[in-house]
């Protein structure tokens, strides 16, 4: 009798390493593991957007407070230019305007 080399496709005998059988369970594990790839790549991916906007939120709260400090220099500013002492001081100084006496005003009734 010829012997059967581990390479030979005869019918009914083994071929080499081993025969595949696929059962129905071999292709639940399949589908599984399949999921749990997909799973964890959606797992990386969610990861990976979420500190990327956790850094552009960082970078937005940063420039809110420059823009804060800003602000308050600038209402510090417009509260020191308007001043009713300053305004009464410019308007004396560059325009010549002064207060009338009590001579020159007239109360209008009606």
């Known amino acids: 009798m010829a012997e059967r080399t581990p390479g030979s496709t005869s019918r009914g005998q083994w071929q080499w390493p081993f025969r595949l059988r696929l059962t129905f369970m ?3 594990i399949l589908v599984l593991l399949l999921l749990v790839i997909l799973s964890a790549l959606g797992v990386i991916s969610t990861a990976y957007h979420t500190r990327s906007q956790y850094a552009r ?5 940063h420039r809110h407070d420059q823009l804060q400090t800003v602000w308050s220099r600038l209402l510090l500013e417009e509260s020191t ?3 009713p002492s300053r305004i009464e001081n410019l308007a004396r100084d560059r325009l010549e305007m002064h207060v009338p006496d009590v001579h020159h005003t007239r109360v209008m009734r009606p």
């Open 26 to 28: 071999h292709g639940v």
């Open 81 to 83: 230019w308007s001043t």
């Open 57 to 61: 939120l960082q970078t937005m709260e």
